[in-house]
């Protein structure tokens, strides 16, 4: 089929993942009590903290050399590699929640929580690690090998699936470790689908491809991956650590008010931005293969100009409805989550516009250069939370300095400032989506909540495609 149908296939499958996502959130609210939304959100924590600094970096890597593998045949054994490598992973998140019962105590909401001193809490949690780990790299590595039907008919047949499973077991044991559990093992499901469906692209390329192998360094993954581990502790912290420290500071109770205020912005922002890879970054990963800096350098600014001015319309999008986002997924009693998601948006607006900058240094091969900026963003970020107590104020600062940091540095790389010709229409007409947030009272009431998202929905998506061109990204 042509380009055009699989560009559209692509965005109606994030269309239905973002209302599988909207779904998510509404029924974890309201099937779980209070403390164990709080506790997911907590949970969260360790497997994002595993996924960042252990499995991103090999995941990173893994996109960088997936065409290489496939023409030199050796994908099905890489393949291999990665389960082994996620299956370790696992095992080291059961054990961070296994420890973490010295810390949390049963029935305490200040004190903490004991029910992740369970054997099947940790259990839970390692398996989410698992699944979801061979899910999220397997599955998207279709797309990024020019699959992308598959890849959308994987994508949004999971996430469907989790969800009706994970309702259906959470209304006999409402508990955030079921929560985890299930997702963890209907990812492993389609995991262990994507692994064959590549394996199958690998014994196809190896017959027909008379490519040499691609050399590659004993030492290049590790050379690749340190940096990475090391700048994703400071993002771990810039965009999920908030958790410890909000259940330490205000407990389990006030941490599922703004867990769910900075998830969701988290979640959005994450839609957002993968739709965006799967359009542009298959053509940009291609082209790190190109042996002239100038032209992957050109790849990265091209990418640069047209991604930008989307993610600075979403901030202002999500910005002007927080209000209303929050009353349509929640019940009441999570009403001042509007504040979180509002500063949320352009959390993850500078968080987006970060991992861009980041892009150009996997492309190069460069990857220490991130390290500074992150790590010493997060430690601001601490060092505000336990001063001022104002969690998300300090990670919104945090990450300004960190992507300023992370742009100055790279001065010299490319230009920040080059968009594209469309770039200030969209964004000019952006800014009237901000205007909701004036009139926050009335976005309380659900059905005025309701109208409201349903019209400027469409809305939105209509000025999006108007004013970008985003079919450059095939």
Known sequence: MSSRFDVIALALGRVLQSVILF?????????????????????????????????NPAGTFFNRFLHAWRESGS???????????TFFAALMAFAVTFAAQ???HRGSVSGGLSVIASFSVSLAVALFVFGSTLSNTFVPALNLLRFPRRFVFLTVSCQALTLITA?????FYPEASMWLGITGLVNLVFGVVGFFLLANVSKVAASTNSSPPAPLKSNGYWSFAWPLMMAN????????????????????????????????????GNAFEMLAHQLFLPKFYENTHHTDASARRASWETLWS????????????????????????????????????????????????????????????????????????????????????????????????????????????ASLFAFSPKAAKLIGLSLI??????????????????????TAGPAFIFVLLQNSSWKRGL
């Not at 509404?26 to 994002?48: C, D, N, S």
């Not at 994908?75 to 490598?85: C, D, G, Q, S």
């Open 167 to 171: 309702v259906f077991a959470a209304k």
């Open 306 to 413: 047209e991604l930008i001015p989307m993610y600075l319309a979403l901030a202002l999008f999500v910005t002007g409805f927080s209000a209303a986002l929050v009353r349509v997924l929640s019940p009441t009693s999570y009403a001042d989550a509007w504040m979180y998601l509002a500063i949320g948006a352009w959390i993850e607006f500078l968080r987006m516009s970060g991992g861009l900058v980041s892009l150009l240094t996997y492309s190069e091969l460069k990857t220490e250069s991130t390290i500074r900026p992150f790590l010493e963003g997060a430690l601001i970020t601490l060092c505000l939370m336990l001063i001022l107590e104002w969690i998300a104020v300090s990670i919104l600062i945090g990450n300004i300095y960190a992507f300023a940091r992370l742009g100055v540095k790279h001065k010299n790389s």
């Open 23 to 55: 779904l998510t959130y509404r029924e974890l609210t309201h099937i779980l009590p209070k403390a164990e939304v709080g506790l997911y959100f907590f949970l969260l924590a360790i497997t994002g903290g595993v996924g960042l600094i252990v499995i």
């Open 75 to 85: 994908l099905r054994k890489n393949l291999l590699i990665f389960v082994a490598f």
């Open 433 to 454: 989506f901000i205007l909701p947030v004036f009139f926050r009272s009335e976005l309380e009431h659900l059905p005025i909540a309701i109208a409201a998202l349903a």
């Open 233 to 268: 502790i400071g993002i771990w912290f810039l965009t999920q650590g908030y958790r410890p420290v909000g259940q330490h500071l205000f407990g389990l109770e006030a941490l599922a008010v703004i867990g769910l205020g900075l998830g969701l912005a988290s979640s959005i």
């Open 102 to 104: 010295h810390f949390l």
